[in-house]
């Protein structure tokens, strides 16, 4: 089994920048990939970036590439999302997700790609 519990969401200014962080604790040995993906109200939950449990390939939604970064600290057991240039378009409540089965490359920030959850944080960017 594995916990994921996200911080560091808030409120900000557009243009402003936060770093979210997920503290993972169990078997995590077994994951292959890890993502953020967020949901605005009224809207389905998205993928915006997602990496390979070392680290060493990211993915990114369109829509954040260049602002958004996701990274990982394996001896900390935390993955992180830096986010940069804040639009009020990128509010939203933000869940770390986990995945302990390959995958194809189309599913990297797909939902059905994750079998493990976190509680989420909400992110507000103000204009």
């Known amino acids: 089994q594995v916990e994921l519990v996200e911080s560091g969401g808030g409120s900000v200014q557009a243009g402003g920048s936060l770093r979210l962080s997920c503290a993972t604790s169990?078997?995590?040995?077994?994951?292959?990939?890890w993502a953020w993906f967020r949901q605005a109200p009224g809207k389905e939950r998205e993928g915006v970036a997602a990496?390979?449990?070392?680290?060493?390939?990211?993915y990114y939604a369109d829509s954040v590439k260049g602002r958004l970064t996701i990274s990982i600290e394996n001896a900390k057991e935390t993955l992180y999302l830096q986010m940069d240039s804040l639009k009020p378009e990128d509010s939203a409540i933000y869940y770390c997700?986990?995945?302990?089965?390959?995958?194809?490359?189309?599913?990297?920030?797909?939902?059905?790609?994750?079998?493990?959850w976190g509680q989420g944080t909400q992110v507000i960017v103000s204009s």
């Open positions: 990496t390979t449990a070392a680290g060493g390939a990211t």
């Open positions: 169990g078997i995590t040995s077994y994951i292959y990939f």
């Open positions: 997700a986990a995945s302990n089965f390959p995958s194809p490359v189309g599913l990297r920030l797909e939902q059905n790609g994750y079998n493990y």
